[in-house]
């Protein structure tokens, strides 16, 4: 954070030439300012010193077509903040006018501004890279366009797969506007899996792949999806829907999105799914599209040899639940078909009752519901896992928290 005192004063060239008796008439008007900056939020704090009662308001503007009026009553002190949604040189002007308007204080304040440095401190060391042989996994619920301060979250997410050197990303609520102009194919100009990609480019000069499809309407307006993102070669992708219906008007349809990747070790499979919640105690919805799922998963596991397939995504279950509400997750998991990576590492976070410090969610139904499950096999091992965007780790960037997971090829 940084911040300076500005005084502005004008003499008027009327009063050069006064009488004694006017003297208390005779002190120009000024305003002082102290402007402060922390990321892309400024704050400007200051009074007006008006012996003549001459000035009838004070206007600001932030210098990205956004205006502030200060009124009469905050004249003898006030405090505005403002957040930009892009870093840049912003040119803050400050104009006073009397009761005719006549502009009697005018003056700017130049003021730079930028991301704030993103911290990867409280990051659980393990999840860090030290051989070739390690991939780190990411699955993230982004809200669909639903948070404040988007751009900076963005490049949040942005710092972390880039600093981090994540392999796989699986995204949900993963959307664009429906009115926003087409890129290529079905993506348009504010998809979310693009921006990060353009980005990732753009920042740090590394080049990620993705796919993305989407299923319903959210919100009426946002065509909502899911992505997955890698910086290795695809080889293959595929989507279809998991869900009963297939009406972009209805949220309950949904679909998985597959791609199949090139490593040194061989071919990873990675699906990214957003499976909708259970409504009811005879509700079977949310147990078909799991079902789908798995049945997708073996559906590319048969095309070729030695496949590692990694299941991420919101799955809307959580296994602390009372039965029937547990049973999406417990029907993931059973015959122990697939490893709950989180839990391998963390194998109290199933425990009853359930603790927070394992929440993936907030909101009005918090939980454990972000997953990334990988199908048994002897090639790889877990070796760490973390729900890294709270704020006592790297900060917040959706309703969700994310998990990343780190595996280890052992062959």
């Known amino acids: ?55 009838n308001e004070i206007s600001m503007d932030w210098g990205d ?52 440095p993103t911290s990867l401190d409280n990051i659980d060391t393990a999840l860090f890279k030290h051989s070739g042989k390690e991939y780190l996994i990411l699955t993230i619920n982004l809200h669909t366009y ?15 797969i880039a600093q981090m050197d994540i392999d796989f990303i ?14 290529e194919g079905i993506v348009k100009e504010d998809n979310m899996a693009l921006i990060i990609s353009q980005r990732l480019k753009e920042k740090y000069n590394i080049d990620y792949n993705f796919v993305w499809t989407w299923s319903h309407y959210g919100w009426s307006v946002w065509e909502e999806g ?28 949904r679909k998985a999105i597959y791609g199949s990747y090139q490593t040194e070790y061989g071919l990873i499979n990675i699906f990214s799914v957003h499976t909708h919640w259970r409504t009811s105690e005879t509700d079977q919805e949310q147990n078909n599209q799991i079902e789908n799922i798995k049945r997708m998963v073996d559906e590319k596991e048969a095309l070729a040899m030695n496949i590692t397939a990694i299941v991420a995504g919101d799955f809307n279950c959580n296994p602390t639940s009372d039965f029937p509400w547990s049973e999406g997750y417990n029907k993931m998991m059973e015959n122990n078909e697939y490893v709950d990576t989180y839990l391998e590492i963390f194998p109290k976070a199933n425990q009853k009752p359930a603790q927070s410090i394992y929440y993936t969610v907030g909101g009005t139904y918090p939980g454990r519901i972000d997953y990334i499950f990988m199908k048994t096999n002897t090639r790889y091992k877990v070796l760490a896992s973390q729900i890294i965007f709270k704020d006592d780790v790297v900060g917040l960037i959706s309703d969700h928290f994310g998990v990343l997971t780190k595996i280890i090829n052992t062959e």
């Open 65 to 116: 077509n956004h205006l502030e009026n200060i009124t009469k009553a905050k004249f003898s002190g006030f405090v505005y903040e403002h957040r930009y949604s892009l870093p840049g040189t912003y040119n803050i002007v400050i104009k006073a006018r009397d009761a005719a308007a006549t502009e009697i204080i005018s003056k700017s304040i130049v003021s730079t501004v930028d991301y704030n």
């Open 170 to 183: 699986a995204l949900q609520e993963c959307a664009q506007n429906k009115s926003a102009n087409i890129v």
């Open 146 to 160: 639903q948070e404040s301060q988007q751009n900076e979250k963005f490049n949040l997410l942005v710092d972390v």
């Open 226 to 253: 899911v992505a997955i993102l890698s910086k290795h070669p695809l080889l293959d992708t595929d989507e279809r829907y998991i869900s009963f219906g297939t009406s972009v008007n209805n949220i309950t349809s």
């Open 1 to 55: 954070m940084h911040s300076k005192k500005i005084t502005f004063v004008l003499i008027p060239i009327a009063f050069i030439i006064i009488f004694t008796s006017c003297k208390k008439n005779s002190i120009a008007p000024y305003v002082d300012l102290n402007f402060s900056a922390d990321g892309l939020k400024v704050s400007l704090e200051g009074s007006l010193n008006d012996p003549n009662q001459s000035i």
